[in-house]
């Protein structure tokens, strides 16, 4: 199994390459996928701001590209202290791809790891099941 550290590692490497212009809040998300590969994304940024995307919709996205189905645990970081954990649509998004006790672990680089679920930050969820899937 991949430690937290190399996760970390891995999404602090890739928020340095955030496109963050606007809002100048550089987040990075590395998840360990089904396949024992380490994807990560950043956050995308555009001129039209709704058009934006967020760090762990590009890990997710790179997950997918690369042939991987599942995200066995997913790390999260951006600046300050207080942890950086998925926004609401991020948790729905990570919903799709990750059991209810899959590991969120989610840090502002200046602070301490926080370690949750995702079933912890969106309970009582909708997801692929509720479809037949
Ligand atoms: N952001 C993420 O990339 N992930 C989150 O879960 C929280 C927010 C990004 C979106 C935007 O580019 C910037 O952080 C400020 O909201």
Known sequence: MVSDAELFAAAEAVRKRAHAPYSNFHVGAA??????????????????????NCAEASAIAAMI???????????TTGPGRKPVT??????????EFAALDTPVISQGVEGV?????????????????FLGR
């Not at 590209?65 to 790390?75: D, T």
């Open 31 to 52: 998840l360990l996928a089904d396949d024992g590969k380490i994807y990560a994304g950043c956050n995308v940024e555009n001129a039209a701001y709704p058009l934006g």
């Open 65 to 75: 590209a690369g042939g991987a189905r599942r995200i066995l645990k997913i790390y």
């Open 86 to 95: 998925p926004c609401g649509g991020c948790r729905q998004r990570i919903r």
């Open 113 to 129: 790891p926080l370690r949750t679920t995702l079933g912890a930050l969106l309970p009582h969820s909708f997801g692929p099941e």
